[in-house]
């Protein structure tokens, strides 16, 4: 009898770690139209006075999954995101490639996935980051991915910042 309770046991914790990684993993959204999503978000930057942060991946990739983590729970980068980006997640898969905004933010995916554009509040694409650069062993840097996003925030390209 008591193996049957730990049996249950441990196939609760596995259906709630599982359901606990695919509430998560639901970061990327197949049905939205990556066009209209860079839309609204150079809106929503122009309207504050921030940069677009694009992570594009999908569900299917664990890095993907693994990055937007290490954003959310590292205090430093969640708060340089919060106070300089709209940060988006832009999705690429098989059930849907989102190709108009690929070429609209001149074919990103050629550099893996996740790959992060950053747009100014104007929408123009200033840089890609192949975000393999960012990691360090079987995670992500925290000096690396902080050096990438304090470079790229809005006060760091302006002109202003350096006369």
């Keep these: 009898m008591s193996r049957s309770v730990v049996f249950f046991v441990v196939l609760s914790l596995c259906l709630s770690s599982s359901h606990a990684f695919s509430q998560e993993a639901a970061f990327y959204n197949s049905s939205l139209d990556g066009v209209k999503q860079i839309n609204e978000s150079v809106a929503l ?19 993907c ?15 340089i995101i919060q106070q300089n980006y709209i ?4 999705n690429y898969s098989k059930e849907n490639k989102n190709l108009a905004a690929m070429a609209k933010l001149d074919y990103p995916q050629r550099f893996g996935f ?17 975000s393999g650069l960012l990691e360090k062993g079987k ?11 304090e470079n790229w925030t809005p006060k760091a390209v302006s002109a202003k910042t350096y006369q």
Excluded at 45 to 63: D, S, Y
Excluded at 114 to 130: A, E, F, M, N, S
Excluded at 139 to 149: A, E, N, P
Aim: charge should be positive; glycine fraction near 6%.
């Design 87 to 90: 940060y988006i997640p832009l």
């Design 114 to 130: 996740p790959v992060l554009v950053i747009l100014d509040k104007t929408g123009k694409r200033i840089h890609t980051q192949d």
């Design 45 to 63: 930057a122009k309207k504050e006075n921030k940069h677009v942060l694009i992570q594009v991946g999908g569900n299917w990739c664990p890095w």
């Design 65 to 79: 999954i693994m990055f937007h983590r290490f954003c959310k729970d590292v205090p430093k980068t969640d708060s």
């Design 139 to 149: 995670g992500y840097d925290t000096t690396k991915v902080v050096h990438f996003l």
